[in-house]
Each structure stands twice: as structure tokens, then as C-alpha cells.
């Protein structure tokens, strides 16, 4: 008796046992016409509220169900590499286009969209913004909006430190960095602890130094041996020698807290900061009373004197979404749906943000963003965060060698080094 | 076991009896260790099995890896002189650690094994650090040691600037703000460890050792440092192990792109950066390997060498039993 017990007991709990590590196995889920999974990084606020809007309006139009999946944005790329390898992908999801895009397309995980999406959404976007979802000249994404780079920066502290003009030239800024200086305050903010807000001055100063098609061809060559390269860790190394940065820029936090880059600049800390676009929103959330900063001005990233690039070319990312290769046609129709002018000018209210759509610029009234956008419509051209575009393990070492070298422990070669040795092991 | 079996059934007794106990002997072992080992295995075993397979591929961590390159990883780990430098504070870190901790941990639980006023007080509070999640507990210094943090500007307003110190950046003080930083953490739990050794000293040996005319460091050395040798040895095992493994405190302090500059990066983090954020899982993978290894070979030793005595019967079988 005692006996049977001891062994039911056991078969209960090897059951049970066997149960729990099987539960998470599912198998790869059929494409199903009538609904779709789509996961979007925005977890509160008018963002979450916006995507609902979508998939109700959309389920009304078309019957089919979307079921809208926040994931918290820095854990995006984990979950979705975690779901490709369990052949569970959501049928749309978040993309910012560069070596990540190019390792989900390598995986066969992403669906080539190239002739799927409407001509309609083509016009309308025009080939800048389509140009950071592509992979070896195919569509991986419709583009939702452009964040491009510049200067952010408090008037206030501006006018205190006697500076009449938004720099536009190398010397301008050199100019106001000692001007903020005499004033006693911090000129630059930045949050180097990340290391990519760091990497952001190497990158424009390439953008200025490098051509065009250096710039776009690198993430396919990763071939660092034009002396571009090495001018902009150059400039990066001679604007550092001027000290413009925040005191302890080293172990600052760049989006976190009051005392991070962009707390430094909400709370009149710091002059400016070179940051993307998103920036306004971050610094609203940071100002003592969590209302947008009322004197926050914006220019674009000063001119570098003989450089190979075009003066007026911006860095910059894109925000788009991407079909899992497994999913039904639905899926890019939902793409060609979130692309038209009604639900773009939605989408600029909602996220402030510039619409990737030109035809929905009109709803974006910020006059902070009305300026960014001028600036991105005059540009020659806009290049993706150069990280983005290198991929993980490039981007990664390269900004991991900006900070060394702006700590003093590296040179304008050393930076070169260490994106071609990273190239060398990826 | 058979020699636990047989000592259990009687002498003479029927061939089905002892047979029956085995079984029912048998059934209880599988059922109660069972699902330990079950996990033990899926949790512990495969992964480290698992991990030295992807450590031979160049894999970006999609689906199935393909692309075998040998022993290409390791080359680079050692090759890289971050890695050997970032190995190099692991150890700088064991040995302070053991040199800081050690002493102050014995002082702090002879001090406390007095009877005195607020003794559970001061236990509460030594040991408070230790309770506080490592990701608080870095948060916070990481906020106090900022260049324009709070310790410098009370160096400031008490007039002392001349003190003030990138205590985190600067490369040349970063380690012993670590260090710092590690040992009022994780000293509560040293000083838990060998108050728990001082209680099990019997009292009769002080009572005689006092008879005897022995001065209060000549007990101290003759009797409870000896006796508490077990103690220390275990907790040195552990601080060890803990060192050679540290990730989360330089990770939320530093960063991983910081902590190489400042000279705190360990093992771990450099996993974490040339691995995971990298997306190299290969390469990753290759390095948790060495990790494995650098650890296994030194908590081999120190079983050989330290903890054999201590240890004796429990993990060596019958070593223990025949001394009995």
C-alpha cells in the first residue's frame, strides 16, 4: 500500500514535472487569413492608444483582428530573436532597419516586401524613407516616421550665455561651447555611459567627412579604409580637446533621471545635446514638472569645413514594421492600411514625431518639430544611425572604442581599428 | 547502498524481504531527488553542454548554428587584450576581497559575539547591505559617486574640494570604489557566517584556556581562529566563486562600454558586451566556456588544497566513512 503510494507519487510528480518543460514548446502556428499578432514598442500613453485606434478601425474595414502585442522597447530585438527560433513571430513587427533588419533577412525570418507594398505608400513616402528598410535593394518595411539628428539646446541658457545665433559652422559651436563656458555653464551634454549617444558625434562628423556612397556603402563593404574615417575620429578628438562636455559625461546615463544628458538640458543644467529626434519627449518627462522644456530650440548639426559630404545631409533613424516571412497577405495590406495619410497624421499627433509620410506633414504643429522637419526635407540626404546601419557587432565596437577614446585612453586610429577588427570577427 | 540494504534486513531473513525494501529504498531516492536531478540537468548540465557546442560557431543567434569555425573564438578571447585585462580584475578582485573582507568580517564577529549594548542593532545593520538588491544597491552609488553627485558636493559644502574625485570614472580610483563598493556589500554576510562559526566553539575551552592565565588575543589566536577555520574556509570558497562570477554591480555602475575604460570590467561583463549586445553568440558562448573553466579549475584547487579537510565524507564517498 505504502509501496503503490510512494510510486503514484512519483508518476504524479515526473507528470507534472514533464508538463512544465514541455509547456513552452509550441509548435509553429499556421498563417491564419483573419487575424493578425502585431508588436509595437509604445507600453503607455497616446502611442498604446493609437495602435488600438488602428486595429479597431482596421477590424471594421477589412474583419480582420489584430491583437496588439506592447513590448517594452529595450526588449524588442531579444523577444523577437527568442520567437524566431521558436517559429512564433508576431505577423507584424517593430523595425529600425539596418544589420539587424539584414541579420532577420539572413535568418529567412522577414518577408521580402519589395512588390507587396502599394504604389500608393511609394509616392507618398518617397525613397528616403523606404531607403533605411532595405536590405540589398529589397523592401523590408513600411517606414512610420523619420527621427532625424541635431542640436538641441536651451534658449534661456543661450541669451544668459550671450549667444545670438544658432551655430551653423564647426566654429560657431566652438564659439558658443566657450561662451557657455565664461558663463559657468555646461555646454555640451552627454550621456557617454551608453556609449551610442558618445558614438553620435563620431557619427556626424563622418557624415561630414565621409561621401555619400562611402557612407551608404559601409554597411555592406565594412571597409573602413578611406581616410574619411579617420578625419572624422580627428574632428571627434580636436572638439573633445575644447572640453565641451558635461562634467562626468563618462558615467552619464543618457535618458535616465534628472541627472542624464537629457535631464542635464530639462533642467537648465547643460547648454545642448546632440540627440535624435525623440529627444523633445524625453526631456518633457524630465523637466521638474514633466511639461515640455517652454525654451527648447533645435538646430541642426553644424557644417564641417572640406568635407566629402553634403553640408546639409542628416543622420538620422526611421521607425517602421516588417511582416514575419510566414504571414498572410493580410499582413501587408495592414502595412498599406497604417500607411495612409489619415492614420500617418494620427500617428505624428500621437508620438510628436515627424510622419514618415509627406503627405501627413501637415498634421505635425510643434513648431520645435516644424523646424526638424524643414531641415529633413532640405537635406541632400539622410544616412541611419551609423551603428544601425554597421549591425550589433560593428556598431557596438565602434561605439565602445568612441568612449574609450573620449575617456583619453584611444586616438582617431584606434576607432578605425576597432570597427575593422569587429568586421574581421563578425 | 547494498551495505545499507543488507545492514537493514535482518540475518536469515526471507530473499523477497531485503529485495522489497530495495525497491521501495529505490522508489523514495527517485522520487525525492528525481525532480532535482531532472532539473539539474535540463537547467544546469545541458546549457553548459550547449554553450560549449555554440562556442565553436560563428553564430548571430538565428535559428540552428551552421557556420563551424574550431577553436577561431578562443583565439580571439585570447587575443583580446580586454579579455586578459578584464581576467586580470577578476583576480585583483578575488585576492582584495579575501585580504579586505576577511579580517574585518572576524573582527566584526568577535566584536559582536560580546555581550553588549545594541549588539542585534549593529548585526541588523552590517547585514543590511547584504539584503539589498544589487541592482539598488548600484543604482544608488553609481548616483552618490557621479562627478556632481552627492558625496562630492559634501566634500564640497564641508570644505574638503580637494578631496573630490571621479570616483567612478577615474581609472586609477574605479577599482577601489569597486572594492569599496563589494565589501560593505557583501560583508554582512561574512560576518553572518563566522558569528554562526564563533557560537559553535564550545565554552569549555575558553573556561580552561582562561584557567590557564590566557590572555584575550592569546584565546583568540590559540582557540577560535583555529576553530573557526572551517568557516573561513567555506566563506572564502564562496568569495572566491562570487568574485570570479561579479557582473551586476560593475554592470549598473559602469555600463558595459565604461567599465573596460575604467578598469573594473570582469569576466562577465565583457561576456555580456562581446556576446550579447555584440549579437556575436558564438563568441559569446566561447567565452562563457572559459568563464566555466577558470572557475571550475579554481574551485578544484581550492577543494584540493583547502576544503578537502572540511569537506572529507561529504564529497569524496568512503574517504569520510573509514575515518569514522
Not at chain 1, 337 to 348: D, L, R, T, V
Not at chain 2, 68 to 92: C, M, Q, W
Request: aromatic share 10%; charged share 15%; with cysteine.
Amino acid at each position: 500500500m505504502n509501496a503503490r503510494k510512494t510510486w503514484l507519487a512519483a508518476l504524479a510528480t515526473a507528470s507534472v514535472a514533464a508538463m512544465a518543460l514541455t509547456g513552452c514548446a509550441g509548435g509553429s502556428k499556421p498563417a491564419d487569413e483573419n487575424s493578425l499578432e502585431m508588436w509595437h514598442n509604445s507600453t503607455t500613453g497616446p502611442g498604446k492608444a493609437y495602435w488600438d485606434e488602428v486595429a479597431a478601425a482596421y477590424e471594421e474595414e477589412t474583419g480582420v483582428t489584430v491583437t496588439m502585442v506592447s513590448v517594452q522597447n529595450e526588449d524588442m530585438d531579444g523577444k523577437l530573436q527568442t520567437a524566431s527560433n521558436s517559429g512564433d513571430m508576431p505577423d507584424v513587427f517593430m523595425s529600425r532597419g539596418g544589420g539587424k533588419l539584414a541579420d532577420f533577412v539572413d535568418a529567412g525570418v522577414v518577408k521580402d516586401l519589395t512588390d507587396l507594398i502599394s504604389d500608393e505608400a511609394h509616392t507618398a513616402f518617397g525613397d528616403a524613407a523606404f531607403a533605411a528598410l532595405q536590405v540589398e535593394g529589397k523592401t523590408y518595411g513600411m517606414p512610420v516616421a523619420v527621427l532625424p539628428q541635431g542640436m538641441f539646446y536651451s534658449q534661456d541658457l543661450f541669451d544668459e550665455a550671450g549667444i545670438a545665433e544658432e551655430p551653423a559652422t564647426m566654429d560657431e559651436l566652438n564659439d558658443a561651447v566657450s561662451k557657455l563656458k565664461d558663463a559657468g555653464i555646461s555646454p555640451v551634454a552627454l550621456g557617454a555611459k551608453a556609449a551610442w549617444p558618445a558614438a553620435h558625434w563620431y557619427y556626424g562628423f563622418a557624415l561630414r567627412a565621409c561621401s555619400e556612397d562611402t557612407m551608404q556603402n559601409i554597411s555592406v563593404t565594412h571597409d573602413f579604409s578611406d581616410p574619411c574615417w579617420l578625419e572624422a575620429g580627428e574632428e571627434l578628438v580636436s572638439f573633445a580637446a575644447t572640453e565641451p562636455f558635461n562634467e562626468g559625461f563618462l558615467t552619464t546615463d543618457a535618458q535616465e533621471g534628472a541627472g542624464s544628458s537629457a535631464g542635464l538640458l530639462a533642467n537648465h543644467k547643460a547648454g545642448m545635446e546632440l540627440m535624435g529626434g525623440w529627444n523633445a519627449g524625453v526631456i518633457a518627462d524630465l523637466t521638474p514638472d514633466g511639461e515640455p522644456l517652454a525654451d527648447l530650440g533645435w538646430f541642426p548639426l553644424p557644417a564641417v569645413d572640406g568635407g566629402a559630404g553634403d553640408p546639409s545631409a542628416m543622420m538620422g533613424g526611421v521607425d517602421g514594421y516588417s511582416c514575419s516571412a510566414d504571414s498572410s497577405s493580410a499582413c501587408e495590406d495592414f502595412l498599406d492600411f497604417i500607411a495612409k495619410a489619415e492614420w500617418q497624421e494620427k500617428y505624428a499627433e500621437a508620438y510628436n514625431a515627424i510622419p514618415a509620410s509627406k503627405e501627413a506633414q501637415a498634421a505635425v504643429t510643434d513648431p520645435l518639430l516644424q523646424e526638424m522637419m524643414a531641415a529633413y526635407n532640405e537635406a541632400g540626404y539622410m544616412v541611419q544611425w551609423l551603428d544601425t546601419l554597421l549591425g550589433q557587432n560593428v556598431g557596438n565596437a565602434l561605439n565602445a572604442a568612441v568612449v574609450e577614446t573620449l575617456a583619453g585612453s584611444g586616438d582617431a586610429q584606434s576607432i578605425v581599428d576597432a570597427a575593422e577588427q569587429a568586421a574581421a570577427r563578425g | 547502498m547494498t551495505e545499507t540494504a543488507t545492514l537493514l534486513a535482518p540475518a536469515g531473513a526471507a530473499r523477497r524481504a531485503p529485495a522489497r525494501g530495495d525497491w521501495r529504498k529505490r522508489g523514495e531516492i527517485a522520487l525525492l531527488a528525481g525532480p532535482a536531478i531532472v532539473v539539474f540537468v535540463v537547467f544546469v548540465i545541458l546549457p553548459v553542454v550547449m554553450a560549449a557546442f555554440y562556442g565553436f560557431f560563428k553564430w548571430k543567434g538565428f535559428g540552428f548554428p551552421d557556420d563551424f569555425i574550431g577553436l577561431e573564438n578562443y583565439i580571439s578571447i585570447f587575443k583580446d587584450p580586454t579579455f586578459r585585462s578584464a581576467v586580470g580584475h577578476n583576480f585583483f578582485i578575488v585576492i582584495a576581497s579575501l585580504v579586505l573582507q576577511g579580517p574585518l568580517a572576524i573582527l566584526f564577529a568577535l566584536l559582536m559575539n560580546q555581550k553588549m549594548r545594541g549588539r542585534s542593532l549593529i548585526r541588523v545593520l552590517i547585514f543590511v547591505p547584504y539584503v539589498i538588491s544589487e541592482v539598488v544597491v548600484g543604482t544608488g552609488w553609481s548616483l552618490m559617486l557621479q562627478d556632481v553627485g552627492a558625496l562630492n558636493s559634501f566634500l564640497g559644502k564641508i570644505g574638503l574640494d580637494a578631496l573630490a574625485q571621479s570616483w567612478i570614472a577615474d581609472p586609477k580610483i574605479a577599482m577601489g570604489t569597486l572594492m569599496f563598493i563589494i565589501s560593505w556589500k557583501y560583508i554582512g554576510f561574512a560576518v553572518i557566517l563566522m558569528l554562526a562559526g564563533l557560537q559553535s566553539i564550545p565554552e569549555e575551552l575558553y573556561e580552561a584556556a582562561s584557567i590557564d592565565g590566557a590572555s584575550f588575543w592569546q584565546t583568540q589566536w590559540r582557540i577560535t581562529l583555529p576553530l573557526l577555520g572551517p568557516t573561513i574556509r567555506i566563506w572564502a570558497f564562496l568569495s572566491i566563486i562570487g568574485s570570479l562570477q561579479l557582473f551586476d554591480l560593475v554592470n549598473i555602475i559602469w555600463g558595459q562600454y565604461v567599465a573596460a575604460t575604467a578598469g573594473t570590467s570582469t569576466m562577465a561583463t565583457y561576456m555580456y558586451l562581446n556576446g550579447h549586445l555584440a549579437g556575436n553568440y558564438g563568441f559569446g558562448n566561447a567565452v562563457a566556456v572559459v568563464l566555466f573553466l577558470i572557475s571550475l579549475v579554481v574551485a578544484l584547487v581550492y577543494q584540493r588544497f583547502a576544503l578537502n579537510r572540511d569537506t572529507a565524507g561529504a564529497l569524496t564517498g568512503d574517504g569520510g566513512r573509514k575515518k569514522r
